[in-house]
């Protein structure tokens, strides 16, 4: 089993940034893809971007391409979303996943992740 802490989200106004966190506990020792999935109100949960176990590949919705950097410190058992130039359409609750994927590439869809975290919000106003 792994556990998954999100922190970071909160209110922001347009243009700013955020940065959130993703803390892993538990089973760390596996090979872990981890992604971040947003949901907003009356919306399906979606993919924002992805990271392998290695780090060596990322992936991206087009609608974080250019603004949203993902990373990862094995080390400490953690993944960053870095978010700038933030939109009101980026305004949802953020969730944290990961599924045990010892290969190159990143999952992309929800179904495939195995673990969750409780989401942060993240609020962009206009």
């Known amino acids: 089993q792994v556990q998954l802490v999100e922190s970071g989200g909160g209110l922001v106004q347009a243009g700013g940034s955020l940065r959130l966190s993703c803390a892993a506990s538990?089973?760390?020792?596996?090979?872990?893809?981890m992604a971040w999935f947003r949901q907003a109100p009356g919306k399906e949960r979606e993919f924002v971007t992805g990271?392998?176990?290695?780090?060596?590949?990322?992936n991206y919705a087009d609608s974080a391409k250019g603004r949203f950097t993902i990373s990862r410190d094995n080390a400490k058992n953690t993944v960053y979303l870095q978010m700038n130039s933030l939109k009101p359409e980026d305004t949802a609750v953020y969730y944290c996943?990961?599924?045990?994927?010892?290969?190159?590439?990143?999952?992309?869809?929800?179904?495939?992740?195995?673990?969750w975290g409780q989401g942060t919000q993240v609020t962009v106003s206009s």
């Open positions: 996943a990961a599924r045990e994927f010892p290969f190159a590439g990143v999952p992309t869809t929800s179904s495939r992740f195995d673990y």
């Open positions: 990271i392998s176990w290695s780090g060596g590949s990322t």
């Open positions: 538990g089973r760390t020792n596996s090979k872990y893809a």
